[in-house]
């Protein structure tokens, strides 16, 4: 497996095929008489880059290619992880509210008792005080 410098480095080919200019035509006086005898004779004009130059274009564009999917793999795995992070937080968080509302449910409860409890047993003093009285 390559490191991650030798990836993300885009290699600069520093040969021309002889003949070439970089723009793909000819330069000087005689580029225009060249072009009509190769337009007379062939019917076809070369346009475009050389097979070498689409070659080296091709090889860098696949590069670049490779380190942004590199690159995406790396984000994904980050995003991930921090997702998978956040899980375990909220799964702690839960935990703790869940028994934090189960406590709470069990003193209501036990209040409501006592309530019932108190409520009952004063309206039985109030009867037996009011009972008396009379």
């Known amino acids: ?6 990836i993300r480095r885009v290699p600069e080919f520093g040969f021309e095929p002889a003949g070439a200019s970089t723009s793909g035509r000819e330069a000087g006086s ?11 004779q062939g019917g076809q004009r070369r346009r475009g880059r050389s097979p070498a130059d689409k070659e080296h274009k091709r090889l860098k564009r696949l590069l670049r290619n490779r380190v942004s999917a590199q690159q995406a793999r790396e984000r994904k795995k980050a995003y991930l992880n921090d997702l998978e992070a956040k899980v375990k937080d909220l799964e702690a968080k839960n935990s703790e509210l869940e028994e934090r509302m189960s406590t709470l449910q069990n003193e209501n409860n036990m209040l409501r008792q006592i309530l019932k409890n108190t409520t009952v047993s004063r309206r039985g003093s109030n009867s037996n005080a009011n009972g008396e009285g009379q």
Do not use: H, I, K, L
């Not at 497996?1 to 030798?6: K, N, P």
């Not at 005689?30 to 007379?40: E, K, L, M, N, V």
């Open 1 to 6: 497996m390559e490191s991650d410098e030798e």
């Open 30 to 40: 005689t580029a225009g008489t060249d072009r009509a005898q190769s337009a007379a």
